[in-house]
Antibody, heavy 122, light 106 residues
Framework: QVQLVGSGGGVVQPGRSMRLSCAASGFTFSTYGMHWVRQAPGKGLEWVAVLSHDGNNEYYANSVKGRFTISRDNSKNTLYLQMNSLRAEDTAVYYC???????????????WGQGTLVTVSS | EIVLTQSPATLSLSPGERATLSCRASQSVNSYLAWYQQKPGQAPRLLIYDASTRATGIPARFSGSGSGADFTLTISSLEPEDFAVYYCQHRANWPLTFGGGTKVEI
């Protein structure tokens, strides 16, 4: 069965960096676009970034553009989110998610990880 | 950026009743709209995509309709497990965006 297991969250000071990982199993990771979506405590969902299956296409939310970088290692079935210059408003649960259709990246999200909490605080 | 506005913010209903949730886009998204359900402490679950296609394993009591800028999620007869927060999301262009959510409560 499809599993997405996120890791790498925790408490980080403003201005510092953190890298999240998402280990995928149960599907052919190298053929699916992958997304990061976040949710601030008590708030709604905010789309963060997407990366195509081959790594050639990536897009970001305006709120993280220039600070966050999405990447993947298809040999390790793992998705990453490098977060630099972190701000208090980046505090959220970060979810990785796979798209519905193989070969697509501008698609809906049918499987989600359990979420990993990032807290930006001094 | 396309803004999705969901209404109402909260819907108070009883099991067995019909729920009608609305999602309005600031510009046309064609039929490129999905609905998700989220329960406390859980990740979202895809219910409907392309406005009206049920995702795998989703019960028939969930249905979606609409196109362009106005969409509706209908739950024909609420089960106890349906009380949750529901979000719409478009994929018409970048950035993808989500609506603010509708909480369906007892």
């Amino acid at each position: 069965q499809v599993q997405l297991v996120g890791s790498g969250g925790g408490v980080v000071q403003p201005g510092r960096s953190m890298r999240l990982s998402c280990a995928a199993s149960g599907f052919t990771f190298s053929t699916y676009g992958m997304h990061w979506v976040r949710q601030a405590p008590g708030k709604g969902l905010e789309w963060v970034a997407v990366l195509s299956h081959d790594g050639n296409n990536e897009y970001y939310a305006n709120s993280v553009k220039g600070r966050f970088t999405i990447s993947r290692d298809n040999s390790k079935n793992t998705l990453y989110l490098q977060m630099n210059s972190l701000r208090a408003e980046d505090t959220a649960v970060y979810y990785c998610a796979k798209v519905v259709r193989s070969g697509w990246y501008d698609d809906y999200l049918d499987y989600w990880g359990q979420g990993t909490l990032v807290t930006v605080s001094s | 950026e396309i803004v999705l506005t969901q209404s109402p913010a909260t819907l108070s209903l009883s099991p067995g009743e019909r729920a009608t949730l609305s999602c309005r886009a600031s510009q046309s998204v064609n039929s490129y709209l999905a609905w998700y359900q989220q329960k406390p402490g859980q990740a979202p679950r895809l219910l409907i995509y392309d406005a009206s296609t049920r995702a795998t394993g989703i019960p028939a009591r969930f249905s979606g309709s609409g196109s362009g800028a106005d969409f509706t999620l209908t739950i024909s007869s609420l089960e106890p497990e349906d009380f949750a927060v529901y979000y719409c999301q478009h994929r018409a262009n970048w950035p993808l965006t989500f609506g603010g959510g509708t909480k369906v409560e007892i």
